[in-house]
């Protein structure tokens, strides 16, 4: 398969606004400038998600993400992809009110090169989202099935399946578009409902779990590239067999040190 380089544009706010009905978004997360690097010419927005807690640091759950680590994986993320838009995930506890919000934004704006953050939560943190972009801070939000909830929700639970669950999402959505948004992320909800949100506001919604009729998708790049073994999500499609390739590789290593076959000749100074 040909990896089509040249349509490539830098994103921008704008761009991403005026994809809405033109171009479907890809968004995949990344961690680190290694695959951001790669990534960086090929999806429009790379997101460092606070799933790297889960995937990169092998916790339970996103909950005890730090905006430290979140600093750090982003400014590693912007030094390897310098034309990527990077969006930055505001880790839980770090928005609990205006104040917070807003100085903890701030932080991140100094103290990275993140074009926009990204916050959970519907019409409860409309609010907070308006307090963020009347300071000149460009929010992501983040409606739905929401890691940050698990705890107080007891687990991760599918949203939109009543009728008023409905309504709440179509409300959320639209008092986060209200609230100055650039786009939202809608995640584990059925796809009819996401298409009925997507469908209620004008700028670019991107699906996780959320069926095909969203402005864009999002995945998290080590279940895309099938490195995270523990289990597979319904919505997540395995683009590359990666724990294979890597533990078949190791393993390969391991026998050619050990046959003594590694390093050859060429392979010396
Ligand atoms: O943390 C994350 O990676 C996310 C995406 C799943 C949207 O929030």
Known sequence: MSIIKNDFEKMNITKIK??????????ITAYDALFAKLFEEIADIILVGDSLNMSFAGKPDTLSATLEQMIYHTNAVCTGAKKAFVVLDMPFGTYINKDEALKN?????????????????????????????????AVVGHIGLMPQYVRSEGGYKVRGKTNEDK????????????????????????SDVAKEISEAIFIPTIGIGAGKDTDGQVLVWSDMLGLFEEFKPK????????????????AKYKEDVQNKSFPSKDEEY
């Open 18 to 27: 005026k994809a809405k009905n033109n171009k479907k978004l890809t968004m």
């Open 105 to 137: 934004a701030t932080k991140v704006y100094q103290e990275t090169n993140a074009a926009a953050i990204k916050i959970e939560g519907g019409e409860d943190r409309a609010d907070i989202v308006s307090h963020l972009t009347k300071n000149s801070i």
């Open 235 to 250: 919505f997540v499609r395995h683009y590359l067999d990666g724990a294979t390739l890597v533990k078949e590789s190791v």
């Open 167 to 190: 309504e709440q999402l179509i409300r959320d959505a639209i008092a986060i578009e209200k609230a100055g948004a650039f786009c939202i992320v809608i995640e584990g909800v059925l």
